[in-house]
């Protein structure tokens, strides 16, 4: 099978008379894991992995940042964070890694994900 993963994306901004609304784009990504994850974890100051259960290869990452006051930093080499998620916003992140590294700026915060197998 092709395309299993689809990701539909539009933009819409309106603030002092300035109106942009994007053309909706869609993208279909190939994949042959067939695994993927959704949870909520608490990641805390010290870094650590995301958890992935039987995700083995992240091709996908959707990731939400719970907390209403700090960000958390992501990547795929300790102590390398190339993906910053301020308070309260998402990222998609494509890591093509095993491991996801985390870490919150401040305090422990919790963050919502869904991670798809490559």
């Given amino acids: 099978m092709a395309n299993e993963l689809k990701l539909n ?12 609304i994007s053309n909706p784009s869609r ?7 067939g695994r993927a994850t959704k949870l909520v974890q608490t990641i805390g ?4 992995t995301l958890i992935l259960g039987d995700v ?8 939400r940042n ?7 930093e992501l990547g795929v080499a300790t102590g390398v964070y ?8 998402f990222a998609l992140y494509n ?3 095993t491991t996801v590294f985390a870490r919150a ?7 919502e994900f869904t991670a798809i197998d490559a």
């Fill in 66 to 72: 719970l907390d209403a006051t700090n960000f958390i």
């Fill in 27 to 33: 993208v279909q990504i190939d994949t042959v894991g």
């Fill in 95 to 97: 890591p093509n890694g």
């Fill in 9 to 20: 994306v539009s933009l819409e901004y309106a603030q002092d008379g300035i109106s942009v």
């Fill in 105 to 111: 700026n401040t305090a422990s915060v919790k963050v």
């Fill in 56 to 63: 083995a290869a992240v091709r996908m990452l959707l990731i």
């Fill in 45 to 48: 100051t010290v870094e650590e």
């Fill in 82 to 89: 190339g993906v910053r998620v301020r308070a309260g916003n």
